[in-house]
């Protein structure tokens, strides 16, 4: 049993027009955070909640740092976003590394405001790094498109929705990544510290949505393989049944569960 479960759930719906809005995120963390609630004990929980214009670029990146930095050994540190994702041209020195030219990243509330930035996968793996210095148990939860590679129209006859915005072409700068990170680096190198990435779909495909019952396809059918096990599997037995349900409901959509550092995947959730 954990000490401590520190959660950050974050979900956006009301992005600017220029982005596309969503119907289902706000719905999909509120339902996860009402899961978390059903199940752990209160004393055990701490759940920081971000949506819409409350989930910026600069809240995620603090929530993630103060709240779930708070995770110790024997804790469990959780992130949970519902949005867009989307490709931005990455920094030119990342070429080596990634020859694509590409990062997929969260677009935040305010990631396409002038001067703003998504929340690229390189990113994310420098706050994931931090936190894993402190041994928690760490899990990371995206229901975006292009989320398989998201810690480094589809379906229409169905009536889904991609949650995927506008891809921007231009070149973002090595020093607008996380405070510089990247750029103070001798050699360019990405961290991949332990954890768990439970991903919508593959860094090539588009995460869906049902606008009619306001939710994503794969929060939606996580929950429900959690809650018809009352949470007592594997993340490796999470991902066969989670896989088998989405693949029978949506045509090109594979979700993915990569575990890194040597985090157990047979690990209970």
Not at 79 to 102: E, I, V
Request: charged share 20%.
């Amino acid at each position: 049993m954990s000490n401590r479960i520190y959660a950050l759930l974050v979900g956006i719906n009301d992005y600017p027009v220029e982005v596309g809005k969503l119907s289902g995120c706000v719905n999909d963390v509120d339902n996860f955070n009402q899961y978390l609630r059903d199940s752990c004990d209160p004393a055990q929980l701490a759940v920081e909640v971000l949506k819409n214009s409350d989930a910026t670029r600069g809240n995620i990146i603090n929530q993630f740092r103060n709240h779930l930095g708070q995770a110790r050994e024997g804790d469990v540190a959780l992130f949970q976003y519902c949005g867009h994702g989307a490709r931005w041209a990455s920094a030119s020195a990342f070429k080596a590394l990634y020859p694509d030219g590409k990062d997929e990243g969260l677009v935040c509330f305010d990631s396409r405001s002038p001067g703003g930035y998504d929340l690229a996968d390189k990113e994310l793996a420098v706050l994931i790094d931090e936190l894993a210095r402190h041994n928690p148990h760490l899990a990371v939860i995206l229901d975006s498109c292009h989320s398989g590679s998201g810690t480094r129209g589809a379906d229409a006859y169905n009536g889904l929705r991609a949650r995927v915005t506008h891809e921007v072409s231009s070149e973002r700068p090595l020093e607008s990544y996380l405070d510089g990170y990247y750029s103070r680096q001798e050699q360019l190198f990405v961290p991949a510290a332990r954890h768990v990435l439970l991903a919508a779909c593959e860094r090539t495909q588009k995460a869906q949505e049902d606008p009619a019952n306001r939710c994503g396809v794969f929060s939606s059918t996580l929950l429900e393989v959690l809650n018809k096990s009352r949470g007592k599997l594997s993340y490796a037995d999470l991902f066969v049944r989670c896989r088998s349900a989405i693949q029978s409901r949506v045509l090109n959509q594979n979700p993915m569960f990569e575990t890194f550092g040597q985090f157990n995947s047979n690990a209970g959730f």
